[in-house]
């Protein structure tokens, strides 16, 4: 998929940007090149690869790289608030401002 000089003046107008012309050609340059690298990596055969958690997982084993989920601070939510103009119920309290 190619762009056209008319497509970036397009995008250009739906995201409100004034591009002067060579920053128009300079981007219908690097977008091109975008959908060519796309374009390359669509046409690679992965039918009959399994997809990966991680993309290290294919040199080591993810699991043994991570570490445990363990608590390491104390709570502090008490001292936290105590500098909150309004907590209930351990929540701070904010205006309304959406009606």
């Known amino acids: 998929m190619a762009l056209t000089p008319q497509d970036i003046g ?12 060579l920053e128009s050609e300079r981007l219908l340059t690097q977008l091109n090149g975008f959908f060519e690298i796309v374009e390359k990596m669509r046409a690679v055969d992965t ?3 399994e997809p990966m958690a991680h993309p290290i ?4 084993d993810v699991v ?9 601070e104390p709570n502090q939510r008490e001292a936290n ?3 909150a103009p ?10 309304k401002v959406i009606e």
Do not use: T, Y
């Open 47 to 49: 039918a009959s690869l």
């Open 81 to 83: 608030q105590r500098s």
């Open 10 to 21: 397009r995008i250009a107008n739906l995201a409100r940007l004034e591009l002067q012309p």
């Open 64 to 72: 043994l790289r991570l570490r445990d989920d363990v608590v390491s």
């Open 86 to 95: 309004a907590v209930e119920r351990g929540l701070f309290l904010v205006p």
């Open 57 to 60: 997982a294919v040199s080591q």
